[in-house]
């Protein structure tokens, strides 16, 4: 039977009855015929049939043999202090690999001091701490755009230094010479 894609109610429980008749019909069988086919069973069957097991239990992989004896740990003499975990900027003359992967410049000591007093939920710690970082630009936290959305807006002080308002505009002169009640902006009475 092919399976139907629109199926009603009618149609399920004719499906649900037809695979019970045949799960039932397949027990009746094999109840029936079962020791004849175990008497049609040759030895030879029965020999293979044992191989097989003992070819398949072979292939198992055997657990492997643990020692009771707990390995020796060699702890470092010396814990690293918070100075010697601090990751220094790459510099031009260093060859670590490593220095490469910084992304973000060091946050200056007096916006981390931030993060450790009070909590979030009163408006400090970490809250404090992320509106601080939000004053700062990426240009001055990264050293370069780190993704492609970044180059839109990268060093736009930079260039929005070279732009001044049109010496003759015309939008003071518009706005003072239109007679409006709402001004230029137009904004619809509603009565």
């Known amino acids: 039977m092919a399976r139907e894609l629109n199926m009603d109610t009618q ?28 008497e049609q069973e040759s030895p030879t069957s029965k020999e293979k049939r044992l191989a097989r097991a003992k070819k398949f239990t072979e292939m198992v992989p055997k657990p492997p043999t643990r020692s009771l ?24 003359g260093d060859n670590d690999p490593d220095a490469l992967l910084v992304e973000m410049r060091p946050v200056a000591p007096g916006v981390k ?3 450790y007093h009070g909590f979030t939920k009163e408006g ?11 004053f700062k630009k990426p240009e001055e936290k990264y050293d370069y755009p780190l993704t492609t959305s970044w180059e839109y807006g990268w060093r736009l002080d930079d260039v929005v230094k070279e732009f001044r308002t049109p010496q003759f505009g015309r939008s003071r002169i518009v ?17």
């Open 11 to 38: 149609r399920q429980n004719f499906w649900k009855e037809a695979i019970k008749k045949e799960a039932f019909v397949r027990l009746a069988w094999h109840g029936k015929y079962a020791n004849e086919i175990k």
């Open 69 to 92: 004896t707990l390995p020796v740990i060699n702890y470092p003499k010396k814990r690293p202090t918070n100075v010697d975990m601090v990751i220094k900027p790459h510099q031009a």
């Open 113 to 115: 001091r931030l993060l």
């Open 124 to 134: 400090k710690g970490r809250h404090q701490y992320l509106q601080a970082r939000t």
């Open 175 to 191: 706005r003072d010479t239109f007679f409006r009640r709402n001004g230029i902006l137009y904004a619809p009475i509603t009565a």
